[in-house]
Antibody, heavy 122, light 113 residues
Framework: ELQLVESGGVVVQPGGSLRLSCAAS????????MYWVRQAPGKGLELVSL????????HYADSVKGRFTTSRDNTKNSLHLQMKSLRTEDSALYYC???????????????WGRGTQVTVSS | DIVMTQSPDSLAVSLGERATINCKSG????????????LAWYQQKPGQPPKLLIY???TRESGVPVRFSGSGSGTDFTLTISSLQAEDVAVYFC?????????FGQGTKLEIK
């Protein structure tokens, strides 16, 4: 079964750090660009980061640039998001998502996890 | 980044009636090289992740009911639900993937009248 399962979301104080993980199964993880997308309560979808299949191409939203780093381990079928200098406005449900195309395709997202909740609060 | 704007922000439609959601891109997302519109639609029900409904502006994802259809080209697109069912209550998002970063519309909340 195709599946993405996020973990690592907790309550953290402003200025703190956190590492999210996404475990992939049911497909050849190393073929696909992967994304982190976040959604604040009652709000829309914001693309936080993307990471190409081989880890050579990345993109970050301006709102997280310099604070968040995405990485992957293709041997363990896992995607990570290292978050530092967290702000209250980073509070959101963080989804891991898969690109529908392979290799360097940047298309629509055909597989989503259920998300992990990050709350930044003192 | 390409700005995507949906209208309306919310919509109430009677069961069995047609629901229409619009999405406008800040610039064309029609590729001249392959004549494809780089637009997708997603459905998000409460407490669930987004679910892909339509891609390439009008291609239904496998398993999506035929009452869902997508149309449009260039900068103006429409998602139509031909006969609204109770299970269609959700927020709908459009997304362009013509350029990175892929960007989403703000969402349209669809309710039953």
């Amino acid at each position: 079964e195709l599946q993405l399962v996020e973990s690592g979301g907790v309550v953290v104080q402003p200025g703190g750090s956190l590492r999210l993980s996404c475990a992939a199964s049911g497909f050849r993880f190393s073929d696909y660009t992967m994304y982190w997308v976040r959604q604040a309560p009652g709000k829309g979808l914001e693309l936080v980061s993307l990471l190409s299949w081989d880890g050579t191409a990345t993109h970050y939203a301006d709102s997280v640039k310099g604070r968040f780093t995405t990485s992957r381990d293709n041997t363990k079928n896992s995607l990570h998001l290292q978050m530092k200098s967290l702000r209250t406005e980073d509070s959101a449900l963080y989804y891991c998502a898969r690109d529908s195309g392979r290799n360097y395709a940047y298309y629509y997202f055909d597989l989503w996890g259920r998300g992990t909740q990050v709350t930044v609060s003192s | 980044d390409i700005v995507m704007t949906q209208s309306p922000d919310s919509l109430a439609v009677s069961l069995g009636e047609r629901a229409t959601i619009n999405c406008k891109s800040g610039r064309t997302i029609l590729s001249s090289s392959n004549n494809k519109n780089y637009l997708a639609w997603y459905q998000q029900k409460p407490g669930q992740p987004p679910k892909l409904l339509i891609y390439w502006a009008s291609t239904r994802e496998s398993g999506v009911p035929v009452r869902f259809s997508g149309s449009g080209s260039g900068t103006d697109f429409t998602l139509t639900i031909s006969s609204l069912q109770a299970e269609d209550v959700a927020v709908y998002f459009c997304q362009q993937y013509y350029t990175t970063p892929q960007t989403f519309g703000q969402g349209t909340k669809l309710e039953i009248k």
